[in-house]
């Protein structure tokens, strides 16, 4: 079985360039991938995070959002981060209907973030972590992911980004004040 992960590559509107290459390829000019992340929240407003793996290659140790990753060949977003998030950490949720709640253009793609209020959250003791991934996971209020980034202990996101997550969180209309 090949275990290497292919990705789809599109164009700047998002249109299916119809080219594949093995993750991690260069891409040439005009070439974008697309990852998905996801942000799980409690009703008190917390956010699940996880702790990356030391063996990462990129912010080792660092907490993180929920799950996110790239999206494979043949997958669209909600099917992307279902897989992220069963693979990462041992949950199941369905995110056909839902789209994203914002989409963060980057150099080389499209980073599309899901945020989800669950009724029902689990306990951490009750997560599966993938091994090669995820070292741990937690529930935190805005205040303390805050506090984790300003102690670098955080993945460097842009404090206002994170601030936005959590404001944008439970509020069907995200970019307006309830």
């Given at each position: 079985m090949d275990e290497r992960e292919y990705i789809d590559l599109y164009d700047e509107e998002r249109r299916p360039l119809g080219k594949t290459v093995l993750r991690g390829t260069e891409l040439e000019a005009g070439e974008y991938l697309k990852v998905v992340h996801v942000c799980l929240f409690d009703p008190q407003g917390r956010m699940l995070i996880q702790q990356r793996q030391s063996c990462k290659r990129e912010y080792?140790?660092?907490?993180?959002?929920?799950?996110?990753?790239g999206v494979q060949t043949g997958e669209d977003g909600p099917t992307a981060i279902r897989r992220e998030l069963r693979e990462?950490?041992?949950?199941?949720?369905?995110?056909?209907?839902l789209r994203p709640y914002l989409t963060v253009n980057f150099d080389d793609g499209f980073d599309d973030i899901y945020l989800l209020t669950l009724e029902n959250p689990p306990e951490v003791s009750s997560l599966?972590?993938?091994?090669?991934?995820?070292?741990?996971?937690?529930?935190?209020?805005?205040?303390?992911?805050e506090?984790?980034?300003?102690?670098?202990?955080?993945?460097?996101?842009?404090?206002?980004?994170?601030?936005?997550?959590?404001?944008?969180?439970g509020n069907p209309m995200g970019f307006l004040r309830p």
């Amino acid at each position: 079985m090949d275990e290497r992960e292919y990705i789809d590559l599109y164009d700047e509107e998002r249109r299916p360039l119809g080219k594949t290459v093995l993750r991690g390829t260069e891409l040439e000019a005009g070439e974008y991938l697309k990852v998905v992340h996801v942000c799980l929240f409690d009703p008190q407003g917390r956010m699940l995070i996880q702790q990356r793996q030391s063996c990462k290659r990129e912010y080792p140790d660092l907490w993180d959002l929920t799950a996110g990753g790239g999206v494979q060949t043949g997958e669209d977003g909600p099917t992307a981060i279902r897989r992220e998030l069963r693979e990462e950490l041992g949950l199941d949720l369905d995110f056909t209907t839902l789209r994203p709640y914002l989409t963060v253009n980057f150099d080389d793609g499209f980073d599309d973030i899901y945020l989800l209020t669950l009724e029902n959250p689990p306990e951490v003791s009750s997560l599966r972590f993938q091994p090669t991934e995820v070292r741990d996971a937690r529930w935190v209020d805005r205040e303390t992911a805050e506090a984790m980034l300003e102690e670098g202990t955080f993945a460097p996101f842009y404090r206002e980004f994170l601030g936005l997550l959590f404001a944008m969180a439970g509020n069907p209309m995200g970019f307006l004040r309830p």
